[in-house]
Nanobody, 114 residues
Framework: QAPLVESGGGLVNPGGSLTLSCTASGFAFSRFVMTWYRRTPGEEEPEWVAEIHPSDPSRTGYADSVKGRFTISRDNAKNMLYLQMNNLKPEDTAVYYC?????WGQGTQVTVSS
C-alpha cells in the first residue's frame, strides 16, 4: 500500500461540505507535521492549504483562502488525517493531496459546481 492514500473527494454544490481523509502507512505518522495541498487546473505548483502539528492537534495553520471554512484534524492512533471543508466555493475545485515526511498521496478530486 502507498504511504498516503486520500479519499472523500467528489462533486458538491457551492455552499456544500465534504470531508477528505488521508490514510497513512509504513512510516511514523505521529512524528510528522501533516499537510494538505491542492492543485487547480493550469497551475504547476500545488497550493498549501492547511497543516497540523504531530502531537498537538490545536497547533494548526491555514491558507487565508480557506480559513474559517476548512478544518484539519488527525487521529494518530488510526494513522489518519482529515480535512473538513465547509461552505465550499467553485474556486475550491482542485485535486487535493496530503503530505507527510517525504511522501505525497495520489490526490483526490474535489469539484464544486452547480
Amino acid at each position: 500500500q502507498a504511504p498516503l492514500v486520500e479519499s472523500g473527494g467528489g462533486l458538491v454544490n457551492p455552499g456544500g461540505s465534504l470531508t477528505l481523509s488521508c490514510t497513512a502507512s509504513g512510516f511514523a505518522f505521529s512524528r510528522f507535521v501533516m499537510t494538505w495541498y491542492r492543485r487547480t487546473p493550469g497551475e504547476e505548483e500545488p497550493e498549501w492549504v492547511a497543516e497540523i502539528h504531530p502531537s498537538d492537534p490545536s497547533r494548526t495553520g491555514y491558507a487565508d483562502s480557506v480559513k474559517g471554512r476548512f478544518t484539519i484534524s488527525r487521529d494518530n492512533a488510526k494513522n489518519m488525517l482529515y480535512l473538513q471543508m465547509n461552505n465550499l466555493k467553485p474556486e475550491d475545485t482542485a485535486v487535493y493531496y496530503c503530505r507527510g515526511s517525504k511522501y505525497w498521496g495520489q490526490g483526490t478530486q474535489v469539484t464544486v459546481s452547480s
